[in-house]
Structures are given as structure tokens and as C-alpha cells.
């Protein structure tokens, strides 16, 4: 076991600082961005297949004045920029941590990822704003024109989620997942396009065209919301969802000697990258090294946490309450 202990001048006050527990020093932090190069590739390939679509949506929206191929042209727009933020963080994310910045560039993944969450949102905006105004008075569509551009639209979608996923192996990556949803929802407006325009092209409706944009809109703000709601909780310091603090708790009390678990904080440096810190007070004259031995096997083998560091003190110890 590789530990760097301190003393600070109080009896029994052991700090341990455990990262490989029993192997050599593993600075990769778990197997979270272990598929970085295929991270990248995939959502290199979903960057150039979108961007080339936005230009095509965008230019055929103009053509057949349609709302729902500009709308879905303007928020490929949101997602070309995403997924170049989000490549940007991942290529960040995998530099060294330094002196300054102890914790590597990991949070940049889900700043990245909370940018994208909140464009959602104002792409969705936009195209309801746009689709109200033309309820009142909607224009005659190209439906025909139309209907082919979201047919292509929807095809490079797929083909960009699919190579997203196969080459990405990073499901449980926040960054990897807000870019997924960008091209899935890219993919609704796609559909909605063409929903849109088989009804205009089988009735002449094209009050069709705003209100599909609005229901687009809404799945894109359903989608959006759980980005931004899981980015926010990881920047809050939130325990991670996979993680319960009072199950780590109430473990920990199951060793013997443990008296009291307290200060214990569990929170996530990015997704899939997850941090514990603690204090337990243990009876005296107990082996603290022993203790603290058991405490780390037990947190990684039943939590999956696996950067750790517990303060191991007894009744010798005294330190004034935390402020959290």
C-alpha cells in the first residue's frame, strides 16, 4: 500500500492520502477516460457530418421557406459548435495536473457539457418564437424540396449517433452524452421535418410546419434539462447519483474499531471520476494503519471509488467543527 502520511503534531492524527491501494501508482483515475482517442474520433466524425448538414438544412430551409428546416439547420448550428466545445474538453481533459491546477482540466468536460445543455435550451427557444409567429399567417412550403433535405438530414444523423457510440466508449461521460443528445435531438427535428412535409404535401396544411416545430422544441428542452440539471449538480459538488453517502456511512461503522464517521464528502471531479474524503474516529489504541487499510479495500471494492483519503484519529485528537 503506497500512502503519504502526515503528522500534525497530534496524537494519533493520521492523514492518508491512498490512490493505488496495494498496486503501483495509477494516475489514470479509474477507466473513465481510458477510450479518449475513440472519444475524440467519434465525435470528430459526428462534427464534419453535421456541420455538412447544417449548410445543406440551411440553405434548403431558405429555398422552401421552410421554418422546420431552418429551425433544425439553426440548431445543427448549437450542435456544430457543441461538438467542437465538447472535442475541445475531452482534448483538454486528458492534460497533466500541475501545481496550480491539482485536479487536471477534468471539470472543463463538464463545463463543456453544461454550455451545451444551456444552448439547448436557447435553440428551443428561438424555434418556438419563430413558430408562433407563424401560426397566425403560415407561408406555403416546399414540401416536396423540403422533404427530401430532412430525409438526408435525418440519415446523416444516425449515421453520426452510431459512430459516436461504436467509437465512443464513454456512455457515462457527461460531455460524450451532451453531444449525443444534440445529434438526437438534431435527429427529432429531422423527423418532424419530414412529418411536416407529408402533411403539407398530402393536404395543403401548413399550419403543420410551426406547430411540429414547437413539439421538436419541447423534446429538445426534455432532453437539455438533464444535461443541465447533472452538470450543475457535479459543479455543486453533489454526491455522484451512483453513490450513496449514507450506505459509505454506515459501511464504514461496520469496521471494527470505527467508532464515528464524520466530515465525509463524496463528490465527482468529472463523470465517472469520483472523489472521497472523511475523518473516523476509532477506539484506543487500535492500529490506525490496520483501519485505515480495511477503510480504503472496503470503499473501493463495494463503491467503486478509488481516490480516497481519509484523517484516522481517536479520542487524542481534537480539532474544531468544519464549516461543511
Do not use: C
Request: no cysteine; aromatic share 6%.
Amino acid at each position: 500500500m503506497n500512502q503519504h502520511l502526515h503528522d500534525h503534531g497530534h496524537t494519533g492524527h493520521t492523514e492518508s492520502h491512498d490512490h493505488s491501494h496495494g498496486h503501483p501508482h495509477d494516475h489514470s483515475h479509474g477507466h473513465a477516460h481510458s477510450h479518449a482517442p475513440a472519444d475524440r474520433k467519434g465525435l470528430l466524425t459526428a462534427l464534419i457530418i453535421t456541420g455538412g448538414i447544417m449548410i445543406l438544412e440551411f440553405f434548403g430551409g431558405l429555398i422552401t421557406n421552410s421554418l422546420a428546416l431552418l429551425s433544425d439547420s439553426g440548431h445543427m448550428l448549437s450542435d456544430t459548435a457543441s461538438l467542437a466545445l465538447s472535442l475541445v474538453a475531452m482534448i483538454f481533459a486528458v492534460r497533466p495536473a500541475s501545481a496550480k491546477n491539482t485536479y487536471g482540466f477534468y471539470r472543463f468536460e463538464i463545463m463543456a457539457a453544461l454550455f451545451n445543455g444551456i444552448t439547448l435550451f436557447v435553440i428551443a427557444g428561438f424555434i418556438m418564437w419563430e413558430a408562433f409567429k407563424r401560426i397566425g399567417s403560415p407561408p406555403e412550403v416546399a414540401s416536396g424540396t423540403m422533404m427530401i433535405i430532412a430525409a438526408v438530414g435525418l440519415l446523416a444523423n444516425l449515421v453520426s449517433a452510431w459512430s459516436l457510440m461504436r467509437k465512443s466508449k464513454g456512455h457515462e461521460n457527461i460531455n460524450i452524452r451532451s453531444a449525443y443528445l444534440h445529434i438526437v435531438s438534431d435527429a427529432l427535428g429531422s423527423v418532424g421535418a419530414l412529418l411536416a412535409g407529408l402533411i403539407m404535401s398530402l393536404f395543403s396544411w401548413y399550419l403543420a410546419d410551426p406547430i411540429i416545430s414547437v413539439v421538436v422544441a419541447l423534446l429538445i428542452l426534455r432532453s437539455a434539462w438533464g444535461v443541465v440539471k447533472q452538470a450543475f449538480h457535479i459543479l455543486m459538488e453533489g454526491a455522484p447519483d451512483s453513490v450513496n453517502t449514507d450506505a459509505v456511512r454506515a459501511a464504514l461503522l461496520t469496521l471494527d474499531g470505527v467508532i464515528e464517521v464524520h466530515d465525509l464528502h463524496i463528490w465527482s471531479i468529472t463523470s465517472g471520476l469520483n472523489t472521497l474524503s472523511g475523518h473516523l474516529l476509532i477506539e484506543e489504541h487500535r492500529s490506525h494503519q490496520d483501519i485505515l487499510q480495511q477503510a480504503v479495500r472496503l470503499i473501493e471494492q463495494e463503491f467503486s471509488i478509488r481516490h480516497i483519503t481519509l484523517q484516522v484519529e481517536n479520542s487524542a485528537m481534537q480539532h474544531g467543527d468544519l464549516p461543511v
